[in-house]
């Protein structure tokens, strides 16, 4: 019995490693994502919730400027050759979080979120 439990308790523990950040929130919905007043209560973290569907279902990596400006909109902060977009709270305290798009030669090479 011991035995048994243990090894349901490693089954567990193993599948939520496996599964991290494989299990969305909320649907990417891309015209949520660009009309969502994160300031009101109910939309504090619409973003957040939808960042895994946004990263499992689109392949952003290889997307040019303007296909990423059509999925996600151009209210981001663009600083050189990357776009910030506020993501809102990530229901860890007072956390917000945001999605970094890195281009090059008006590429995206790389995808980031950051949360603090």
């Known amino acids: 019995m011991k035995k048994a439990i243990t090894l349901i308790a490693i089954a ?3 599948s939520g490693f496996v599964l991290r950040g ?3 929130g909320e649907k990417f919905d891309s015209k949520k ?3 969502a007043d994160l300031t009101l209560e109910d939309n504090a973290s619409l973003r957040w919730d939808m960042m895994n569907s946004l990263r499992n279902n689109y392949d952003l990596i ?3 400027k303007s296909e990423i400006i059509t999925l996600l909109g151009n209210e981001g902060v663009t600083i050189g050759n990357t776009f910030r977009y506020y993501l809102g709270y ?3 305290g007072i956390n917000t979080g945001s999605l ?3 281009f090059d030669n008006g590429i995206v ?3 980031s979120v950051w949360q603090g």
């Open 12 to 14: 567990i523990i193993i």
């Open 62 to 64: 290889g997307m040019s």
């Open 100 to 102: 970094i798009v890195t």
């Open 22 to 24: 494989k299990i969305s």
């Open 109 to 111: 090479s790389e995808i």
């Open 90 to 92: 990530t229901h860890t």
């Open 33 to 35: 994502w660009k009309t």
